[in-house]
């Protein structure tokens, strides 16, 4: 007897799931009973096996390190699959264990690129969790009291499971299976007892914390304006921006943390805020399956908010145990000398995966580490990009192009209009600032008189202007770079069809 996933290409289109071979290669085998421990089984007569050989119902996985020689014994007489290729072959077909990345989890490796024993890892933890939902004890074992039909009824629930919106049971064939249980995997260094250990916490604490129903909750309003939800990075990652300048208010700080509660009330709405993220995740194939946080430190209080600090370690704790590599990279950005000292206190109870994940930035720096990762037209104004709220005139399908003015020089950008009845609109920011800039409109016909736009001596900010253009002509930015480094300068353009005020007055 078997248990049956999609997956395979034999006729049937079926897979094993204690061995995710094609069925007519797998070892046969038939079912004992149902017990406390879960499904048990006994293999057939041809594997010259007992039940006391093949252990409880945490050892059935070890069916599939059986090697391919023997499933080929066992299952089939002649050693070949229905095609005649050898069982090898089919390994190919299992699409889903073949993922691995090079990036956190991101990029797909070959069948040929991926490790015998990481693949044997994944094939093991399918069977362990398989064997635990169809076993009614992936979240602890059923009271003795219970009636056979609550047992049943919890049987069922169970074989509905998910996590993260992912149905757990291999036997689905749910291409995001695999995804969210090699994250498991990933965390332990593929060890599979220790990812089943994981697993296990992380649904039972799920359960005791009720997230299920944490994104329906209204926390405090009041932090509404600490976090940014709204873009991406260049690979499709999700973005989440955390800012703790507003907590330089004494009166929003003790609001915040001024009792025990209240810390576990902000340590709950920064689980709220993770959940809503992971809503923003793929997990399929060539999907994006983590995210990038931004903490931004510009004004925030200091070394003497050791409330934030203590609620921030537990979170890091939280994300390091129960969202297993769902985080990409932790970019905090407009860091304070002071805050290095407090991060070394942070470094002794995280994992060493953990602290691979953080990317620190000075002030100074802050803007050119961001667009390392992300695109001018995604990265909010605050931060030195385009993107801003509410945006009527441009969105992120409007690519930013980019010019680089060297030292002691300056750099002219046109933006041609060969059209009247338009309305030109810019957006222009410079990495670093510390230049001056001018705007102006300088029309083809010589008789007419160029129009200064805008003079700023030194330009500290992202610019957004608009002119509407009643004659031929170009808008001529002008920066002009007196440092001695070179500047990168992000800028775009748009036109729009414009019908004047006063023709409607008519």
């Not at 006729?11 to 061995?19: P, Q």
């Not at 931004?294 to 390091?320: C, R, T, W, Y």
């Not at 409109?441 to 500290?460: T, V």
């Amino acid at each position: 007897m078997h248990v049956l996933m999609q997956g395979c290409a034999c006729t049937d289109d079926k897979l094993c799931v204690y061995c995710c071979k094609a069925v007519h290669h797998c070892l046969p085998l038939q079912p004992l009973n149902w017990g406390h421990s879960g499904l048990q089984f006994l293999a057939s007569p041809l594997s010259g096996r007992n039940s006391d050989q093949q252990g409880g119902a945490l050892d059935q996985p070890r069916m599939a390190e059986e090697n391919d020689t023997s499933h080929c014994k066992n299952g089939n007489e002649n050693g070949k699959s229905n095609n005649g290729n050898e069982i090898e072959d089919n390994e190919s077909e299992i699409t889903n264990i073949d993922q691995e990345s090079e990036r956190e989890g991101e990029n797909t490796y070959s069948s040929v690129e991926m490790k015998h024993k990481r693949k044997k890892a994944l094939l093991e933890f399918r069977c362990r969790v398989e064997n635990a939902i169809l076993g009614n004890y992936l979240l602890g074992k059923p009271p003795k009291n219970l009636s056979p039909f609550k047992i049943k009824r919890a049987r069922e629930q169970l074989r509905d499971i998910t996590l993260w919106g992912v149905p757990l049971l291999p036997s689905k064939g749910h291409e995001g299976t695999d995804i969210v249980l090699l994250k498991f995997l990933k965390a332990k260094d593929f060890k599979v007892h220790e990812a089943f250990g994981m697993l296990w916490k992380t649904l039972k604490w799920r359960r005791e914390y009720k997230t299920e129903g944490i994104l329906d909750e209204k926390l405090d309003s009041d932090l509404e304006n600490l976090v940014c939800l709204v873009s991406r990075d260049k690979e499709g990652h999700p973005l989440c921006f955390l800012n703790y300048g507003p907590f330089k208010d004494k009166e929003l700080y003790k609001k915040v943390f001024g009792s025990g509660e209240k810390c576990d009330k902000f340590l709950r709405w920064k689980v709220q805020n993770m959940e809503k993220v992971i809503k923003k995740l793929r997990f399929k194939s060539g999907g994006v399956n983590s995210i990038v946080q931004i903490i931004d430190l510009k004004n925030s209080p200091g070394p003497a908010m050791k409330e934030l600090h203590s609620v921030s370690k537990k979170f890091m704790l939280l994300l390091q145990d129960y969202y297993p590599e769902l985080i990409h990279k932790i970019i905090v950005i407009n860091v304070p000398l002071w805050y290095y000292a407090s991060h070394v206190l942070l470094l002794r109870v995280i994992n060493q995966r953990t602290k691979r994940k953080f990317v620190f930035a000075r002030p100074s720096k802050a803007t050119k580490t961001l667009l390392k990762i992300i695109a001018p037209e995604n990265l909010p104004v605050e931060y030195g990009g385009l993107m801003r709220e509410n945006d009527d005139d441009f969105t992120s399908a409007d690519n930013a192009s980019e010019h680089t003015i060297r030292a002691n020089s300056a750099a002219h950008i046109e933006f041609p209009v060969t059209e009247a009845g338009v309305t030109m609109v810019w957006d222009l920011t410079v990495v670093g600032w510390d230049v001056s800039y001018k705007e102006e409109f300088i029309p083809d016909d010589e008789g007419s008189y160029k129009i200064l736009l805008q003079n700023q001596k030194i330009m500290g900010e992202c610019v957004r202007n608009s002119f509407y253009i009643s004659e031929p002509g170009r808008i001529v930015l002008t920066i002009d770079n007196g440092t001695l480094k070179k500047k990168r300068v992000l800028y775009r353009s748009k036109g729009k069809p414009t019908v004047p005020v006063y023709i409607f007055l008519k």
